[in-house]
């Protein structure tokens, strides 16, 4: 035993003897492979490298892929020649060495959806986007590839603003509108009827968008003023204000007319459809007369009842249209323009009013949905920057390499002198 452990004692003395004797070999290459294999690595961790950078885009059609207007969002779809050299030209001193070409055949540039799933992999519990953009197409500037990704989420997220513009209302009575002129010249060649009708037609419009929108967000306040305050006193303004029924009952009364020329048109064309609504009425009270006139009675006494109600029903219907025959007959009798001032003025005043009412919706919805309209990073840091080893494990791996190595080389030389002695 005791012999065993001096021999032991001898080997570990005269290993350590060798180890000592080719300390600077050993040296010289554990240190040359470390040097070597570090730089390799670096090189190829430099070549290799991208900055990845995962986030969210909060706007309306982020989650769904389709813009406000209906059109497709597509994220993996910005990767193409025609978007990179847009962001590019966004900035072209910025980035005037970057090629285009290179960046989309590089494996390593990434657009893409990630999404994490439930248990049952049914429901997606968490989504977000993610872009690595590697950083040889910027000179090794991860500087320069973050600020690259950068300028793709201020064109994603201005091309969502924009298309937040469908929102808007039309304005029919907007100079910006189809008719592209100013308020009363868009009202120069049209009837009463027909101003009446397009209000109507607007102030729908404009009530459904306000309630779509409280629908949809709820209680909105921006600079103090309530979405729902705005649509309360619209709806007051235009029952009470307004009164379309009003302003035709008093169209008729003391017959006004606006362009002689649509208005007598119209007029006529009217004439025509309610002649003939009195004239069908007329045949179906003479014919129901004529029925009633045959049936002998105690007959079916419930026919009967019928049949009157039915002569009844036209007969009131037949009153007021003629009534409304003899307004417009009337109108017809008036050879050309009958305007009041003050009447007129209180029409183009109501329609400017309906049309800064829309404008001012308009812009109340795009400043709130544009509000909503951001980019939200979804790790941190914000953007990584990642490389294909980890260069402090690795350098510690190669290290033990290059000692392995040197020890080996020291122990051969050493056995190589060995040889040398003998011979």
Same mark, same amino acid.
């Not at 003395?13 to 240190?31: E, G, P, Q, R, S």
């Not at 039309?170 to 100013?182: G, L």
């Not at 209680?219 to 009003?246: H, S």
């Given at each position: 035993?005791? !012999? #065993?452990?001096?021999?032991?004692?001898?080997?570990?003395?005269?290993?350590?003897?060798?180890?000592?004797?080719?300390?600077?070999? *050993?040296?010289?290459?554990?240190?040359? *492979?470390?040097? &070597?294999?570090?730089?390799?690595?670096?090189?190829?961790?430099?070549?290799?490298?991208?900055?990845?950078?995962? +986030?969210?885009?909060?706007?309306?059609?982020?989650?769904?892929? =389709?813009?406000?207007?209906? %059109?497709?969002?597509?994220?993996?779809? #910005?990767?193409?020649?025609?978007?990179?050299?847009?962001?590019?030209?966004?900035?072209?001193?910025?980035?005037?060495?970057?090629?285009?070409?290179?960046?989309?055949?590089?494996?390593?540039?990434?657009?893409?959806?990630?999404?994490?799933?439930?248990?049952?992999?049914?429901?997606?519990?968490?989504?977000?986007?993610?872009?690595?953009?590697?950083?040889?197409?910027?000179?090794? $500037?991860?500087? #320069?590839?973050?600020?690259?990704?950068?300028?793709?989420?201020?064109? &994603?997220?201005?091309?969502?603003?924009?298309?937040?513009? %469908?929102?808007?209302?039309? $304005?029919?009575?907007?100079?910006?509108?189809?008719?592209?002129?100013?308020?009363?010249?868009?009202?120069?060649?049209?009837?009463?009827?027909?101003?009446?009708?397009?209000?109507?037609?607007?102030?729908?419009?404009?009530?459904?968008?306000?309630?779509?929108?409280?629908?949809?967000?709820?209680?909105?306040?921006?600079?103090?003023?309530?979405?729902?305050?705005?649509?309360?006193?619209?709806?007051?303004?235009?029952?009470?204000?307004? $009164?379309?029924?009003?302003?035709?009952?008093?169209?008729?009364?003391?017959?006004?007319?606006?362009?002689?020329?649509?208005?007598?048109?119209?007029?006529?064309?009217?004439?025509?459809?309610?002649?003939?609504?009195?004239?069908?009425?007329?045949?179906?009270?003479?014919?129901?007369?004529?029925?009633?006139?045959?049936?002998?009675?105690?007959?079916?006494? =419930?026919?009967?009842?019928?049949?009157?109600?039915?002569?009844?029903?036209?007969?009131?219907?037949?009153?007021?249209?003629?009534?409304?025959?003899?307004?417009?007959?009337?109108?017809?009798?008036?050879?050309?323009?009958?305007?009041?001032?003050?009447?007129?003025? +209180?029409? #183009?005043?109501?329609?400017?009013?309906?049309?800064?009412?829309?404008?001012?919706?308009?812009?109340? !919805?795009?400043?709130?949905?544009? %509000?909503?309209?951001?980019?939200?990073?979804?790790? %941190?840091?914000? +953007?990584?920057?990642?490389?294909? +080893?980890? @260069?402090?494990? @690795?350098?510690?791996?190669?290290?033990?390499?290059?000692?392995?190595?040197?020890?080996?080389?020291?122990?051969?030389?050493?056995?190589? $002198?060995?040889?040398?002695?003998?011979?």
């Amino acid at each position: 035993m005791d !012999n #065993l452990e001096q021999n032991n004692e001898i080997s570990l003395y005269d290993l350590w003897i060798k180890i000592w004797k080719n300390k600077i070999l *050993i040296i010289i290459v554990t240190l040359s *492979i470390t040097l &070597v294999g570090v730089a390799t690595l670096y090189f190829i961790n430099r070549k290799t490298s991208y900055v990845s950078n995962n +986030f969210n885009y909060n706007f309306i059609g982020s989650d769904t892929g =389709l813009y406000a207007d209906g %059109s497709i969002f597509d994220f993996r779809s #910005l990767e193409n020649e025609e978007f990179l050299t847009k962001i590019k030209n966004r900035n072209l001193e910025k980035f005037k060495t970057l090629n285009i070409d290179e960046l989309l055949n590089d494996d390593k540039l990434l657009f893409d959806v990630n999404e994490k799933k439930d248990e049952k992999n049914e429901v997606v519990i968490e989504r977000y986007f993610k872009i690595n953009m590697p950083t040889k197409h910027f000179n090794y $500037n991860k500087n #320069l590839a973050k600020d690259f990704i950068k300028e793709i989420h201020k064109e &994603v997220l201005e091309v969502a603003k924009e298309k937040n513009n %469908s929102l808007n209302l039309v $304005n029919y009575f907007d100079s910006n509108s189809i008719f592209n002129t100013e308020v009363t010249e868009i009202l120069e060649g049209l009837t009463y009827d027909q101003i009446f009708y397009q209000i109507r037609n607007q102030y729908t419009l404009t009530l459904n968008g306000f309630q779509k929108f409280i629908d949809k967000y709820g209680q909105v306040t921006i600079d103090g003023v309530n979405i729902d305050k705005l649509q309360t006193d619209y709806i007051f303004w235009y029952n009470t204000v307004v $009164n379309v029924e009003g302003l035709e009952e008093e169209v008729n009364q003391k017959n006004y007319i606006r362009n002689y020329e649509e208005t007598l048109k119209n007029v006529k064309q009217k004439l025509l459809m309610l002649e003939k609504e009195i004239e069908i009425n007329n045949k179906v009270i003479s014919d129901l007369i004529d029925i009633l006139n045959q049936v002998p009675l105690p007959g079916t006494i =419930l026919d009967l009842e019928v049949y009157n109600k039915e002569i009844e029903k036209r007969t009131i219907e037949n009153v007021y249209l003629n009534y409304e025959k003899n307004e417009l007959e009337a109108l017809i009798a008036v050879d050309n323009q009958n305007i009041d001032e003050a009447f007129e003025t +209180f029409v #183009l005043d109501s329609v400017e009013k309906m049309s800064d009412t829309v404008k001012y919706f308009n812009k109340f !919805n795009l400043d709130y949905t544009n %509000s909503l309209v951001r980019y939200q990073r979804t790790t %941190s840091p914000e +953007f990584e920057v990642k490389k294909d +080893f980890n @260069m402090p494990l @690795m350098s510690v791996v190669i290290l033990m390499i290059g000692g392995i190595i040197g020890l080996t080389t020291g122990f051969i030389k050493e056995s190589s $002198n060995k040889n040398k002695e003998l011979n």
